[in-house]
Antibody, heavy 121, light 111 residues
Framework: QVQLQESGPGLVNPWETLSLTCTVS????????WGWIRQPPGRGLEWIAYIYYRGSTDYNPSLKTRVTISVDTSKNQFSLKLRSVTAADTAVYYCARLPPTVTMGSAFDIWGQGTMVTVSS | QSALTQPPSVSGSPGQSVTISCTGTSSDVGSYNRVSWYQQPPGTAPKLMIY???NRPSGVPDRFSGSKSGNTASLTISGLQAEDEADYYCSSYTSSGTYVVFGGGTKLTVL
């Protein structure tokens, strides 16, 4: 019964940094990848980044220059920082678990409930 | 514009079957069996329904099935129920730079 919960500010000023944390409960972070996906209002899903529990990362090239993902397994948490945000970054941000490829391909099998982040002054 | 192409909407009556298509390219759907499908009822988070083209996670009804032919993957829902009304998204691993790409989503209406 692994559960994920996003936390962070719901409102961010333009050109500042969006910071979100995902807390994993009910299980270990070991052996899994952990990712962030976002969904602008009324639109589709966009993969942002993922991190392995040991720290290796991969980023969406369209966001790579502005994004940092990190993990703290001692706290069962991983985090997202998105710099220099604009209104185009307004979205629901989801954290999700990504099992190893040999287990489930490239599927995100457990998702958090999502957190709405609005970029506005 | 999304990397994978889905129809904006489909509909069906209870008990009927519907199929949602997801068209990609040889860089994603056509070359890898790493296609997933997600169900997203309004106001909720996506839920994994199908992985690796045709595998169902534990707890997903066998009314949901997936397949692939060439660059197009498909999700079929048989014995349609009112609770199936939701948005459905496909995704695929891609070799074109980003790890996964998603479709634009398809709204399923149960008449």
């Amino acid at each position: 019964q692994v559960q994920l919960q996003e936390s962070g500010p719901g409102l961010v000023n333009p050109w500042e940094t969006l910071s979100l944390t995902c807390t994993v409960s009910g299980g270990s972070m070991n052996s899994y990848y952990w990712g962030w996906i976002r969904q602008p209002p009324g639109r589709g899903l966009e993969w942002i980044a993922y991190i392995y529990y040991r720290g290796s990362t991969d980023y969406n090239p369209s966001l790579k220059t502005r994004v940092t993902i990190s993990v703290d397994t001692s706290k069962n948490q991983f985090s997202l920082k998105l710099r220099s945000v604009t209104a185009a970054d307004t979205a629901v941000y989801y954290c999700a678990r990504l099992p190893p490829t040999v287990t489930m391909g490239s599927a995100f099998d457990i998702w958090g409930q999502g957190t709405m982040v609005t970029v506005s002054s | 514009q999304s990397a994978l192409t889905q129809p904006p909407s489909v509909s069906g009556s209870p008990g009927q079957s519907v199929t949602i298509s997801c068209t990609g390219t040889s860089s994603d759907v056509g070359s890898y069996n790493r296609v997933s499908w997600y169900q997203q009822p309004p106001g909720t988070a996506p839920k994994l329904m199908i992985y690796e083209v045709s595998n169902r996670p534990s707890g997903v009804p066998d009314r949901f099935s997936g397949s692939k032919s060439g660059n197009t993957a498909s999700l079929t829902i048989s014995g349609l129920q009112a609770e199936d009304e939701a948005d459905y998204y496909c995704s695929s691993y891609t070799s074109s730079g980003t790890y996964v790409v998603f479709g634009g989503g398809t709204k399923l209406t149960v008449l």
